[in-house]
Structure formats: structure tokens, C-alpha cells
């Protein structure tokens, strides 16, 4: 029972890859919060993201003082 679990788990995981990738998640460098949380959320969302659930995640700018000259 455990193995199909398993097995079950993984495929549910590959087809959020797959999903990831149609989307052109993994195209370009960019990586920040909100980017980074898209990809994962929908790998774990994996195939309810065919059934139109598309799960997109907002992250708060946090202001960053800069350095003096």
C-alpha cells in the first residue's frame, strides 16, 4: 500500500512539473518571492491545474535602505 502511495505522489509531482514548464516558469533567470512560489505552488497543485485551478502567490516588497556614498 505504501508503494502506490509513493508512486501515486510522484506521478502527482511530475505532472505539476509539467504543468510548471507549459507555463514557462522555468524560461527565464529570474527568480524572486513571488516567482519562486508560483513554480512551487503549482507543482504541489499539480493536476488541478488542468481543471482550472491556477494558484498564484503575492509577496510583500520589503524596501531595503541602500548603502551610503
Known sequence: MGRLV????VIWLVIGV???F????FSDAR???AETSNVALTIVAGP???FGLNPK?????VDVPEPSK
Open 6 to 9: 509513493s508512486f501515486l505522489v
Open 57 to 61: 502567490v503575492k509577496c510583500k516588497k
Open 18 to 20: 509539467v504543468a510548471a
Open 22 to 25: 507549459q507555463r514557462d516558469y
Open 48 to 50: 488541478l491545474n488542468y
Open 31 to 33: 527568480t524572486n518571492c
